[in-house]
């Protein structure tokens, strides 16, 4: 199993920074792909940002420059630092681990950024 569970999320103004973490109920090591995904009202979900077992990052050109996913073996937790916050950053977060043939996903942690 790699469930996992968000946490962090809040109320901010525009320009504003807030960090989101996963914690997965395996080792974050050997999950095969872990990311962050968001879901505004009326919206279908969208890929914020994903990393590998390998390290390798993608991030949706909406949040490029802006956010930074990474992982911390000390907490056993998948990050994502979000600097310069949008309102329409404003979003549930979601938590996704692919790990062998398995896809888990979190509950969600509600992001809004206030103009």
């Known amino acids: 199993q790699a469930q996992v569970q968000e946490s962090g999320g809040g109320l901010v103004q525009a320009g504003e920074s807030l960090t989101l973490s996963c914690a997965a109920s395996?080792?974050?090591?050997?999950?095969?792909?872990m990311g962050w995904y968001r879901q505004a009202p009326g919206k279908q979900r969208e890929l914020v940002a994903t990393i590998t077992i390998g390290g390798t990052t993608n991030y949706a050109d909406s949040v490029k420059g802006r956010f930074t996913i990474s992982r911390d073996s000390a907490k056993n937790t998948v990050d994502l630092q979000m600097n310069s916050l949008k309102p329409e950053d404003t979003a549930l977060y979601y938590c996704n681990s692919i790990s062998d043939g398995l896809l888990y996903w979190g509950q969600g942690t509600q992001v809004t950024v206030s103009s």
């Open positions: 395996r080792r974050i090591s050997a999950i095969n792909r």
